[in-house]
């Protein structure tokens, strides 16, 4: 009787351009934050909740070997020897190192869905007697805002009365007027209510996330 195999396409797993050989454990955490100011009946109710960006974290495995391919007498196939085999899980360190070192987004790619322009907060890896020369580790992601303002330049006409006493229309710049959303009022509202209550963030930290001077 004829054998019939099957075989699953499953989706790499990835951090940036790095493939991983298992996520172990994907974690995510979507939040909102409501502000403590009286809500004004009738009002828009979502202008007064603020979305929290997405944190992402993983347990994530790295071998000493690639996974390999089992074959129907129950051997494995490997060509890699034990030396190599630890320059694998020193190639991979190095690699997750420099991702964090570098501060740059990455895209990570995960069982459920595909997270862009994610920060890399944390990077932990415990290793013991168990895991041997493998590399087991942990990272945390979180996804990074990115606002994009809008100027607008507003000119007047005045009034100006020549020799003759006749008027004459000259225009002045008033400058440049950015347009803000009623959820970015109500972030910074929130951010100056915990600086003022002694809160982890600074005026430093606020002027930074906003690119305007902290509000005396």
Avoid at 112 to 131: G, Q, V
Wanted: aromatic letters at 8%.
């Amino acid at each position: 009787m004829a054998e019939i195999a099957f075989q699953y396409q499953i989706p790499k797993k990835m951090i940036g351009t790095f493939v991983v050989d298992c996520f172990m454990v994907e974690r995510y955490k979507f939040s909102n934050s409501v502000t403590d100011i009286p809500v004004e009946e009738g009002s828009i109710i979502s202008d007064h909740i603020v979305e929290e960006p997405d944190v992402i974290h993983v347990e994530a495995f790295i071998g000493n070997t690639e996974f390999e391919v089992i074959v129907n007498d129950g051997n494995s196939i490997s060509n890699l020897q034990a030396p190599d085999r630890m320059a694998r899980v020193m190639q991979a360190y190095q690699a997750l190192k420099r991702m964090v070192k570098q501060r740059k987004l990455v895209d990570v790619v995960l069982g459920l869905e595909t997270f862009t322009k994610m920060a890399i907060t944390k990077f932990d890896i415990d290793r013991d007697a168990e895991t041997g020369a493998n590399l087991p580790f942990t990272m945390e992601f979180k996804k990074l805002k990115i606002v994009h303002s809008e100027e607008t330049t507003i000119t007047a006409s005045t009034a100006k009365a020549g020799p003759a006493g006749d008027q004459t229309a000259g225009t002045a710049n008033q400058g440049t007027a950015g347009t803000e959303q009623p959820q970015n009022n109500i972030a910074k509202e929130e951010w100056r209510r915990q600086i003022a209550s002694g809160g982890p963030a600074t005026k430093k930290d606020y002027e930074r996330e906003f690119g305007v001077p902290y509000p005396q």
